[in-house]
Structures are given as structure tokens and as C-alpha cells.
């Protein structure tokens, strides 16, 4: 039996930006922040609906995922996307993944809306299996986020809103 040599899979090189206005309540109008139990900012989201992600934020991609005599065993990511080089989930996984570390900690998204930005860039990025890892997320999706909030020992927080 072996384990990862690192903690994470995947780590943020640069910022990413979405746009998740279609997904916020209307009228949403707020700055708002979310940072670790350290003080680290991890999430943004402007009042005109951009959701940043800092780097270096660091995931595993879909998961489960578990180390076998170095070999990584678990939900696949996908073959490479032609225009972004990652694997074709990656980006999905990576905005999936900031949601639920801040859902219920102000973040103006349900579990469900977090779900369906999920499926909604696996789409954009012509994911083949996507409905499949949709129904998945949507029945397993609130045990993984507490794994996931354990792994990471901590929560996240809303840091303000204007």
C-alpha cells in the first residue's frame, strides 16, 4: 500500500475566473470574500457575478481518488482538453471543489447550484461522462464535502460583504 507523495493533486498555478452570475440570486449586488481558519483568501466573488480562485489552491480533481503501490485508483478527470491541456474535468472539479469548502458559510450558492455549475463546465468542456459524474455528485456529493472539509482540517468563512 502506498499513499500520495502529496497532499494534493492539483494545485492552482494562476487565478482562475468564472463567471457565476447566472447562478447567483438575482439582484446580487455584493463583494463578498471567503478565506480559511489561517486567514488565507481562497474565493471572491465580484458584484458583477466573477467568482476568482487564488492561487495556489490545491484539489484533488473528482474523487474519490486513493493511492495503490503508487498507482492513483479512483474517478478518473478525463482525457486532456484540446484547447486548455488539462484533463477535460479539471476545471470543474477545481470551481466544485471552492464551492463546497464555503457552502454554509454565506456563499449566496445551494449544494444543488454548486452541482449544476459542475455539470455546466463539464458541458462547456465536452466531458463525455458528465451526466454520470453529475448524478454522482448529486447523491454522494454531501458525504465527500465533509471528507474533503476533514482533509483539509478547516472550514472556510465569509470574510465581509459590502
Known amino acids: 500500500m502506498s499513499q500520495f507523495s502529496v497532499k494534493w493533486i492539483y494545485v492552482l498555478d494562476t487565478n482562475y475566473v468564472i463567471d457565476l452570475k447566472p447562478y447567483l440570486p438575482p439582484g446580487h449586488a455584493s463583494e463578498l470574500a471567503f478565506e480559511d481558519r489561517g486567514g488565507r483568501r481562497w474565493l471572491e466573488i465580484s458584484k458583477d457575478g466573477k467568482a476568482t480562485v487564488f492561487a495556489p489552491y490545491a484539489w484533488d480533481g473528482c474523487t474519490p481518488k486513493y493511492a495503490l503501490w503508487d498507482i492513483v485508483i479512483g ?52 466531458f463525455g461522462p458528465r451526466w454520470i459524474y453529475y448524478v454522482a455528485v448529486r447523491v454522494f456529493g454531501g458525504g465527500f464535502r465533509h471528507f474533503t472539509r476533514w482533509k483539509r482540517s478547516y472550514s472556510g468563512r465569509m470574510v465581509g460583504h459590502n
Open 75 to 126: 474517478t478518473p478527470d478525463g482525457v486532456p482538453n484540446a484547447r486548455t491541456k488539462k484533463p477535460k474535468a479539471y476545471f470543474a472539479s477545481l470551481v466544485h471543489d471552492v464551492l463546497y469548502q464555503f457552502l454554509g458559510t454565506g456563499l449566496p450558492l445551494s449544494r444543488a447550484g454548486a452541482d449544476r455549475i459542475f455539470l455546466d463546465i463539464l458541458a462547456r468542456d465536452d
